[in-house]
């Protein structure tokens, strides 16, 4: 198979399942948030009047919303050119607001496998960077992130393309410029960003610091609002997201409500959530025959790297969902891919690896963010002691209330992901859950406040619907009668 004909079946082998029928992927209240920070900022930008009338988000107190600037952009350029409803001639409006900038995430995760498969090609071999391409671009979480619209994809694609650059490219001037460039828009992402600094001091300390500092020029020139120096604001970033990240969190881990989890939380995290192939692989890399022969710096400082992203989202306080492990996954997936080469001479078997993946492609459309593998025991299994379906339950619940309940106008929703209810219809949602007909109560919500006056009262009664999806439960319906 040529170079082009492989870069050519990988794009549209990653764009088709993130880009069919993106409207059945539920809202995920962060969508919303980062939907409107993004038409703010790119009208904003338009103008030329951003942040003079109001406060970067990123200077709140009382939140953790990281500078996101790439991600904004990108969201609010896709809102202006497709979405229906815009101030402005332009838009061709194709799509409702909240799917124009799904849309921008699923061309950039198809672009990202191209350069992935590029650079794995440069750093390894044809056939290890196909493997991992493929199962790279068909991993459930990296689909469901593809079909959202939230940073994580994009701090995982910048970070690649700092890391990439840095090891690939042979001049050293472009070479400096570029990796600077994606290490900036990495940190205008999220904060974890500079993280990708660590692996290149392990590969050439001097370089890692020049790097850092040319990094905080070109910050220095995209950073929007700023009205001390750049160091100053930068300080205050990291100072304010640093506190924020240590404040207590509640969590459902091992089958209690937890404002400490345990150390392992992440490492039980991608023992659960990596498909199992994925997984095997990597387990099994200690026992690759000569390993010696094929580590040389470069990917010594990789393994280190993966250990330290770990590491540090471990030592944080607030520990939260897979996607935050996320930029790590095209690393995780290189090592797998080049275990199973080194390991595997049968074709079929790795053909059977990658069919495996396509099945799973299918068996969690459109819901893929609630993949758990088969070693966990299946999604519905790890409900028992994880937090499985945090701020899901809100389509399907509509969608059986519509079909069901023709009358309600108006009803009660007790979850986190009430925001999204008036995209999907004009019934109104209420406070007083006393007063309503239909009380609908997202499951995760009831895990995490057991002692909520509505989760009580319904305790012991029968719902008159429980929304599933493969045997995870995201809502019920309650009839107050």
Known sequence: MSKLVAVVLLFFITLIPRVYNLQATEIYPDEITWAVRSKETFYGIKAGNLFTYSEPWWKTKNDTEAVNLPTTIAGGASMFLLATNQP???????????????????????????????????LSSRKIALLASLLFSLDPIHIALSRWFLPDLYLAFWMFLALSSFMVIKNKTIKTFITALFVSLAFLTKPTGLLVLAPIF????????????????????????????????????????????????????????????????????????????????????????????????????????????????????????????????????????????RTIKSRLIIIILILYSVINVFLYFPNYYLYFNNISGGPNKVQQNYLVALCQGAKGSIDHILSSYKDVTTLAYIGCNYTAVPYYSAIKVVDDWQAQKVVVIEESYKQLHPNHPAAIFFSNKQPDYVNQFNGVVLSRIYLNH
């Open 88 to 122: 402005t001639n332009y838009s061709l409006e194709l799509v409702p607001d909240y799917i124009a900038p799904r849309i921008a995430s699923a061309f950039l995760s198809s672009i990202f496998i191209v350069i992935y498969y590029l650079a794995i090609t440069k």
């Open 202 to 341: 392990l590969m050439s300390p001097i370089w890692a610091i020049s790097l850092g500092i040319m990094s905080l020029f070109i910050i220095h020139f995209l950073w929007l609002g700023n009205e001390d120096s750049i160091g100053i604001e930068v300080l205050k970033y990291f100072q304010n997201q640093a506190q924020l990240a240590e404040k207590p969190f509640n969590a459902f881990f091992n089958g209690k409500i937890t404002y400490d989890p345990p150390w392992y939380y992440y490492l039980y995290v991608l023992v659960v959530r990596l498909p199992e192939s994925v997984l095997l692989a990597i387990v099994a890399i200690p026992f690759i025959k000569n390993l010696r022969r094929y580590l040389n710096k470069e990917q010594l400082s990789l393994i280190l790297f993966t250990f330290l992203y770990i590491l540090v989202m471990s030592l944080s306080a607030k520990k939260l969902g897979i996607r935050y492990l996320f930029p790590i996954s095209p690393w995780l997936y290189f090592f797998a891919a080049t275990a199973v080469i």
